[in-house]
């Protein structure tokens, strides 16, 4: 064992006296620190060029206007009427001219369009669209008229919890307003803001590149599972007992969320840059081929290949001493990454503190440290980078030439990669044993995923009965495979060749 030790260390001091192992781990932290300003760029550009609430409330005034005065009435598609959107009686439909009323409202009383006085005010059209269509003086219409009024008056009064009760009190008067299946879901909905005192925002005004309060998001998120689960039928049919158990999962964990105020780690933070930063795992597979190529391929160019073939060692003790130093500088490449993207995350969206990471167990919400689970998906890359320094030992030994033996492996992992891009897309049961549709097994874990509330969703395994274990399978076939063919060709390696 201390033989091998040394072996390694000597292999260690080989390594970093080349240059190329330098720069590699220079370009690391700089790429990081790269991918960071880049991404904050291209979030403060979306933001910059999407439309703001008040143009698009204006925008919306004008077209109002125009339809009111029957010059784009039919152009836009809204004919006499309009159908309030939310799942709402059909018959319950209001014009032009009153939403156009909310919002001239809107704007001489300085309501902000994204606000929930705005959300308030377009409640307002739920009865006055059912008023409308009520003989006036009747017991309906004078109800519909009360609840109409009272959600002017919170408006108002300028409190958001007196607007939530008078929306409670328009679901348990009026409940015709809504569908029968969707009516349980939006009082439970309506419960939760109550309870943790959520005020409501008009999404209407909202566009691509403003991102909307993740308590929004949550709320979204947990309607859209429960109406999933009260149907039972899913984007693609019937649910699962699989899906079934991730939506009440994801369920449980966003209202736990809610009650305990514990907001998603978003894009644009630090460890939701470490995250994303994840990407660059890949880059190191290249830079494993690229040392190991040059680590061996030196060995032969240099002529020191044949000082070790001829020293009293046992050649697998060489071997393997070479794959362990080259295995461990691929361990330190990924925790030095980590810590770029930790440190870079800091730098540029600064270093905010985040909640515990929410998972599910025994049936009920657990908490983690986040720092621990960036952690494990960072050594989620392990098994990638044990088969591709195999990968890169074998080549370097088969081609003797460090250019030859790079270019090979830089078009295996490229071209393997868009291979399996492609793969991917086509229904062959076969790709699932093709090496880099296994190499990322982050895939298994959506839930490492980040974005407001999962918005940047990992792609899940490309084909059906993929497994971690059956990835971890594949991966192990593969380092066996590639080790042995590299092995016995170095065993084999005459002397006088070498």
């Given amino acids: 064992m201390r033989s091998f030790g040394r072996l390694m260390k000597n292999e260690f001091v080989k390594l970093f006296a080349r240059p190329t192992t330098f720069i590699m781990l220079i370009l690391i932290p700089v790429l990081t620190f790269g991918l960071g300003f880049v991404m904050k760029m291209g979030l403060a550009g979306n933001a910059r060029f999407a439309p703001k609430p008040a143009s698009m409330m204006q925008s919306r005034i004008e077209e109002l206007t125009e339809q009111v005065a029957g010059s784009a009435e039919t152009a836009n598609g809204y004919g006499d009427s309009i159908t309030m959107s939310g799942g709402q009686d059909p018959a319950s439909s209001y014009t032009p001219q009153q939403e156009l009323d909310i919002l001239q409202y809107a704007r001489s009383a300085n309501i902000e369009p994204d606000g929930w006085k705005m959300d308030a005010l377009y409640k307002t059209l739920l009865p006055a669209g059912a008023k409308s269509a009520a003989a006036e003086g009747s017991a309906d219409y004078q109800k519909y008229d009360r609840l109409e009024q009272s959600l002017y008056a919170a408006v108002r009064s300028d409190d958001s919890m007196q607007y939530l009760a008078a929306w409670k009190a328009m679901m348990e008067q009026a409940p015709e307003l809504w569908d029968k299946s969707q009516l349980p879901i939006e009082k439970e909905i309506l419960g939760l803001r109550i309870d943790n005192k959520i005020e409501p925002v008009y999404a209407g005004f909202y566009s691509w590149g403003i991102d909307r309060p993740w308590k929004e998001e949550a709320l979204d998120s947990i309607s859209q599972n429960r109406y999933q689960l009260s ?52 880059m190191l597979s290249l ?95 392990c098994p990638e980078l044990l088969v591709m320094t195999a990968l890169a030992v074998m080549l370097a030994v088969i081609m003797r030439r460090s250019a030859v033996a790079i270019g090979v492996g830089t078009a295996l992992l490229f071209g393997g990669s868009m291979i399996s891009m492609i793969l991917r897309l086509l229904p062959y049961d076969f790709k699932r044993f093709i090496l880099f549709l296994n190499t990322d097994l982050s895939m298994y874990f959506p839930q490492l995923s980040t974005g407001q509330f999962g918005g940047d969703q990992m792609a899940g395994p490309p084909a059906s009965g993929m497994t971690v274990q059956f990835s971890l399978a594949v991966l192990a076939v593969y380092f066996i495979c590639f080790a042995y063919i590299a092995l016995d060709s170095f065993n084999r390696r005459d002397i006088k060749q070498a």
Wanted: hydrophobic share 50%; proline share 3%; net charge positive.
């Fill in 231 to 282: 149907t039972g039928m899913g984007k693609d049919g019937a649910l699962t007992d699989t899906e079934k158990s991730d939506l009440e999962k994801n369920t449980a964990i966003a209202i736990h969320r809610l009650q305990t105020d514990n907001a998603p780690v978003a894009q644009g933070s630090m460890f939701g840059f470490l995250s994303q930063a994840s990407m660059l795992v890949s």
């Fill in 287 to 381: 830079f494993i081929i690229i040392i190991g190529s040059t680590m061996m391929a030196s060995e032969y160019s240099s002529g020191t290949i044949k000082l070790l073939l001829i020293s009293p060692h046992k050649r697998w003790k060489l071997f393997f001493a070479k794959m362990a130093s080259l295995f461990l500088i691929g361990v330190g490449m990924l925790a030095l990454l980590f810590i770029s993207a930790l440190v870079s995350g800091g730098v540029v969206f600064g270093f905010q503190n985040v909640g515990p990471y929410l998972g599910f167990s025994g049936g009920q919400v657990t908490e983690t440290p986040y720092i621990l689970m960036s952690l494990f998906r960072y050594l989620l890359a």
